[in-house]
């Protein structure tokens, strides 16, 4: 540690006379100093001392990570325990959605509906199988004496542009068989052919027509839903019987006669609306009727594309394993996350701390130049 | 697994702390010889030692061998005295004239070393105190020059500089006060 540099040469002279009259500390100074040191208690090592703080750091920062990595699984598999598609969150989400929109992926019931029904049927059509019988089996059959809004949207597949010309012509006959009508069509045979078809079908046969349009193709998707009408229906014909009373009582008044001019101008004004209202009302129940008594079908038809089938299923649900690690990746993100956040908070604090740190050396240390500056 | 157990057991001695009563009696001169070069007055530098080993004291337990030697740290213990102290005379100094003529300056003061020539002894104390600490420690103490850099608190070349400086500025000023 005392090893002394080397000195330039030139001033070898001085130096050895410098070193010469070397100064040593007087006796009555080395006999204060020794009672000053004679008070002086052997100290016990402080804690800064005794640990080893590259050891501890090196220690410290793996088993913080570690940690950090273990609170992450088991946050991930005691989130993601025993509740198979309710955790899944986002995947399943995705999944959903993605089943929603491809035309392959597994059929998905409306929640807007009031009435929604999940047919059984639905996992032979997501394995591709021409659906036939139990597509029919799946479908709700119609409600009976109650007049109700049915509905039906069904995706199928078909193998080329050529059945699928062929199968739009069919669909099109069932509906006519049935004693239906065709509402629209939009047919496009291009790159990828598809055909949107819109149906009216009496709610009477539209098991037979389910039937006939589950024979069109592979059924990719399917959803039914039933909409009670006979709630509405009920109250439009109670309001006509009211208003048609309304009408009776005021003709009577009309007919018997004895009103003033003012009068018999109100009464006929009140009796033309009236009228008027009745009609409108006669002409709603009709619409109600007829929409209970025919159902409506929107099929869409589309070629096979054999490739995309694969690419665009739906993900398997992962297993536990697999969820606790998708858990455990997302919470490290967060706590990647919040560290971020942290230093971004902590980084001008730090920064004005090592300015106020340096600020405050550097007056010190010009403070010290000035005061050794001054000669004896 | 002996043989790593034994560079642990030897350099866990190597930095054992002695007896702080020890280390005063084996650096004493040097912190002494080193607050007169600094101070410039034997005196002072004698209260100054005395104060120097009273902290030394008190702080004794946050000395860490490892970092520095015992010598090292009492130098710089000494150094901060020796600034307190300066700062003290200023604020004195400032506060006198206020009310007084400044005290002339004491042409009486004892000698830095009864072993000096007066050409050198008068071209000691012509240099600045930052000049003649750094003699004190790289000359007189023969600290090398990474130990001084510390002490002084700059780096190793601003040290060797300032050595070289404060060497050739003694030796023109002994050749002058020889020739006068």
């Known amino acids: ?376 | 697994m002996h043989a790593v157990e034994s560079l642990r057991r030897d350099r866990r001695a190597g930095v054992e702390r002695r007896s702080f009563a020890s280390v005063a009696e084996e650096h004493l001169d040097d912190v002494h010889a080193y607050l007169v070069y600094l101070t410039g007055d034997p005196i002072v530098a004698e209260e100054l030692t005395a104060e120097t080993f009273e902290r030394a004291c008190r702080r004794w337990k946050t000395f860490d061998p490892r970092r520095a030697g015992a010598r090292t740290w009492l130098c710089q213990v000494a150094r901060s005295t020796a600034l307190d102290h300066f700062r003290a005379e200023e604020r004195r100094r400032r506060r006198e004239d206020v009310y007084a003529l400044r005290e002339p300056s004491r042409s009486g003061a004892p000698a830095l070393s009864e072993g000096f020539s007066p050409p050198l002894e008068s071209a000691l104390r012509s240099l600045s105190a930052g000049e003649r600490e750094v003699i004190a420690l790289r000359v007189i103490l023969e600290l090398d020059g990474e130990t001084a850099a510390r002490v002084l608190g700059i780096s190793q070349t601003a040290c060797s500089t300032r050595l070289s400086r404060a060497l050739q500025k003694l030796g023109e000023k002994v050749s002058s006060n020889v020739a006068a």
């Open chain 1, 1 to 376: 540690m005392s090893r002394p540099d080397t000195i330039d040469e030139r001033f070898d002279e001085i130096v050895r006379e410098l070193r010469a009259g070397r100064v040593a500390a007087p006796p009555e100074l080395r006999g204060r100093v020794r009672e000053i040191a004679a008070t002086a208690r052997a100290p016990r090592p402080s804690f800064v001392e005794r640990v080893a703080w590259q050891r501890v750091a090196l220690v410290a920062t793996p088993v913080c990570l570690t940690a950090f990595v273990a609170a992450a699984m088991v946050q991930g598999l005691v989130s993601t325990g025993g509740k198979k598609t309710a955790t899944w969150g986002a995947a399943a989400g995705q999944a959903r959605r993605e089943a929603a929109t491809s035309p392959r992926a597994a059929p998905v019931f409306s929640r807007d509906r009031p009435a929604i029904l999940a047919p059984r049927g639905s996992v032979d059509a997501r394995k591709g199988s021409p659906a036939g019988g139990k597509a029919l089996s799946a479908t709700a059959p119609p409600a009976g004496n109650r007049l109700a809004d049915y509905r039906v949207q069904m995706h199928l597949r078909v193998r080329s542009t050529d059945d699928l010309s062929k199968e739009t012509v069919r669909a099109m006959r069932i509906a006519r068989r049935l004693g239906g009508y065709v509402v629209s069509v939009r047919y496009g045979a291009a790159r990828r052919g598809d055909a949107t078809l819109l149906l009216r079908v009496p709610v009477g046969h539209v098991q037979r027509a389910i039937l006939g349009f589950s024979g069109l193709g592979t059924i990719v998707s399917q959803r039914v839903s039933l909409t009670d009408l006979q709630g509405a229906y009920n109250h439009q014909v109670e309001q006509i019987g009211k208003l048609r009373t309304q009408i009776a009582r005021s003709q009577r008044r009309l007919d018997a006669g004895g009103l003033s001019s003012v009068d018999l101008a109100r009464l006929q004004d009140q009796l033309a609306y009236e009228k008027t209202e009745l009609l409108a009302l006669v002409q709603t129940k009709q619409a109600t009727h007829q929409r209970a008594r025919l159902a409506t079908a929107r099929l869409t038809l589309v070629t096979a594309k054999p490739k995309a089938h694969h690419e665009g299923a739906p993900p398997p649900p992962p297993g536990r394993v697999g969820r606790a690690l998708h858990e455990s990746g997302r919470i490290l993100a967060k706590e990647l996350v919040w560290g971020i956040y942290a230093s971004i908070v902590a980084a001008p604090l730090l920064v004005l701390a090592l300015v106020g740190f340096a600020g405050t050396r550097t007056s010190r240390r010009r403070t010290e130049r000035r005061l050794l500056a001054r000669s004896a």
